[in-house]
């Protein structure tokens, strides 16, 4: 049988943050929103990077946004609104392929069409 390949909107934005309290209400701010259907929280790495002409060293946080590729514009905005850093890295990867079920649930969870569950309560975990 031949291979064929799903037509995939789905995207991947990874950004930093250097506290766990803007992690997490960043996070949730763009589930809630419906910008994102699931943010991973990757705490404590370690960056070295150039700014302002000098060599820095910070621990951060990363973000690992999942997304419909019609929803990165609402994820940049709602990054530079809610980040604390004067230039955020927002960085966007297509996603070739996956898994069809989880594809189709990113798109279910952004889609602004769809009534809104009890956003105060914890879902169950998809992943």
């Known amino acids: 049988m031949e ?7 789905a995207i991947v934005v990874v950004t930093t943050v250097g506290t766990e309290d803007e992690a997490n209400r960043l996070a ?24 302002q002409g000098k060599v820095c ?5 990363l973000l690992v946004i999942k997304t ?3 929803e990165y514009p609402a ?18 990867f ?8 989880f594809l189709d649930w990113i798109t279910e969870c952004v ?4 009534p809104d569950d009890d956003d105060d309560q914890d879902a169950e975990d998809v992943e």
């Open 28 to 51: 949730r701010e763009l589930v809630s929103r419906r910008h994102a259907a699931c943010v991973n929280i990757v705490p404590v790495l370690r960056s070295v990077y150039r700014w």
């Open 94 to 101: 297509k996603v070739s392929d996956g898994e069809p079920g």
């Open 57 to 61: 060293e910070d621990s951060e946080y």
């Open 68 to 70: 419909a590729a019609e």
């Open 111 to 114: 889609s602004k069409d769809l």
């Open 75 to 92: 994820v940049e905005v709602g990054i530079r609104e809610l980040h604390s850093y004067e230039l955020p890295e927002i960085l966007a």
């Open 3 to 9: 291979y064929v390949p799903l037509v995939v909107r």
